[in-house]
Every structure is written in structure tokens, then in C-alpha cells.
Nanobody, 125 residues
Framework: QVHLVQSGGGLVQPGGSLRLSCAASGLTFNRYVMGWFRQAPGKEREFVGAIGRGHHTYYADSVKGRFTISRDNAKNTVWLQMNSLKPEDTALYYC???????????????????WGQGTQVTVSS
């Protein structure tokens, strides 16, 4: 059974940093594309970024240059490092995994099979 367990998150002031972790089990991690999404109240879930099997990374324009995704296949873990946080980054953040997804679908949350439980990130002074 596949599990994605998230940690990190919390309250941070604008301009601050946070790092989210997503630990996977029950799957062959290096075969999976890992995505990060977020959902703010009253809004649709939106793509934040993804890291492919070959460690190539892809980001939403809104976070490019501020957020970094990395993975360690030996630890079955993916991270989302968030710097220069803004109030508009406030949302519930989710990690997601899929084995067969293609690059053109990375931004489509409906294409991912497995999801973490979500972790709240609040950016406020």
C-alpha cells in the first residue's frame, strides 16, 4: 500500500522560508514522478512544481526562482524548499506521485495516483 507522509509547514512571516517533506513508502520511489500542488480556500488545486525520475524539475511561474524541489531516491523522500514567501503562497500544500505520468501532464493534478495528507502553509505578519 502506497503512503505519502508530509511534514513541515506552519506559520511564517513574508520573506521567510519553509521546507516541506514528503516521505513515500510502498512504491519503487525512483520510478515515480513527484509533484507538489497547493490549494487555497475557495480556489482550485494548482500546480506548484514537479520533479521527474531523472531529477529534472518544473515549476509554476508564480514560484519559479523562489521554490526548489529536490529528491533523494535512497531516502524515498522529496522536498519543497520555499524561500521569499509571500502572503499569496498561503495554502494547503500536497505532494503527489505517479509512475506513468508524462511531462505534458505534470501540471494536471487529476493525473496523479497518490497523494499526501496535505500540510498548511500560512504566510502572514
Amino acid at each position: 500500500q502506497v503512503h505519502l507522509v508530509q511534514s513541515g509547514g506552519g506559520l511564517v512571516q513574508p520573506g521567510g522560508s519553509l521546507r516541506l517533506s514528503c516521505a513515500a513508502s510502498g512504491l519503487t520511489f525512483n520510478r515515480y514522478v513527484m509533484g507538489w500542488f497547493r490549494q487555497a480556500p475557495g480556489k482550485e488545486r494548482e500546480f506548484v512544481g514537479a520533479i521527474g525520475r531523472g531529477h529534472h524539475t518544473y515549476y509554476a511561474d508564480s514560484v519559479k526562482g523562489r521554490f526548489t524541489i529536490s529528491r533523494d531516491n535512497a531516502k524515498n523522500t522529496v522536498w519543497l524548499q520555499m524561500n521569499s514567501l509571500k502572503p499569496e503562497d498561503t495554502a494547503l500544500y500536497y505532494c503527489a506521485a505517479d509512475q506513468s505520468i508524462i511531462v505534458s501532464s505534470y501540471r494536471d493534478y487529476s493525473q496523479y495516483d497518490y497523494w499526501g495528507q496535505g500540510t498548511q502553509v500560512t504566510v502572514s505578519s
